[in-house]
């Protein structure tokens, strides 16, 4: 099978080049172009004919549910700091078929787009007509939990989860590994697993000077 061919819109040129890496990164996937507004988005699926988009929300001519209604024949997938209820939902009702969250991990990015590529395997095997519970391993497929890297265990996972939903506020990596007894390395790897699982968000925390501090918050 061919490699599924994106198209990566953002308005920010060097975010737009973070992403495409993240997805350069995965097996199966390549970066056929990157577009920094929406009439470029919109005039790159028609050329160039993606397999899928990565779509911000906010670009500078046009909202990207704009760009999205407007899409046709691609799979649509929503990367954006927009986080209130009604953007979303107006994502879902587009058709868009995962919605992301920024900031997030390029392990975030790797679960969805993996999930993407399965996703679509199973429709390429059920063949012209489907039964039910072909459709509902598909659609099930949304609400699955990212699958546990190696070199993680679930006691340990369980635990940097309490640990994140009894502190009641969003938790660095290194405040997580101070109360959970484990190194700071091994703190963030469960943290970013638990972002990939929908269970926390990340949430850069800006100071006066210098990168951003990472934050993690539980979700549930």
């Not at 990566?8 to 507004?37: C, E």
């Not at 670009?59 to 700091?81: C, F, Q, R, T």
């Not at 699982?197 to 951003?212: D, I, K």
Request: charged share 25%; hydrophobic share 45%.
């Amino acid at each position: 099978m061919s490699d599924i061919r994106v198209l990566v819109v953002d308005d920010d040129f060097m975010v737009a080049r973070i992403h495409s890496g993240y997805v350069s990164r995965v097996p199966g996937f390549q970066v056929v172009a990157m577009a920094h507004s929406g009439a470029d988005a919109i005039a790159a699926v028609a050329e160039l004919r993606p397999d899928l988009v990565l779509l911000d929300i906010y670009l500078p001519d046009m909202s990207g549910l704009e760009v999205l209604k407007a899409l046709h024949d691609v799979d649509v997938l929503v990367i954006s700091a927009a986080r209130d209820v009604p953007t979303v939902r107006e994502a879902m009702r587009g058709g868009a078929v995962n919605y992301l969250i920024k900031p997030f991990t390029a392990a975030a990015l790797t679960e969805r787009l993996q999930q993407y590529a399965d996703t679509r395997k199973r429709l390429t095997a059920i063949g012209a007509e489907a039964r039910q519970d072909d459709v509902d391993r598909l659609f099930g497929r949304h609400a699955s939990t990212a699958p546990m890297p190696k070199g993680l265990s679930a006691a340990t996972c369980a635990l940097v989860a309490d640990t994140l939903r009894e502190a009641g506020r969003d938790l660095s990596a290194a405040e997580a590994a101070e109360l959970t007894g484990l190194s700071r390395v091994s703190a963030r790897r469960y943290l970013e697993y638990l972002c990939a699982a929908g269970q926390a968000e990340l949430r850069p925390r800006y100071g006066t000077a210098g990168r951003p501090e990472h934050r993690y918050r539980w979700l549930g």
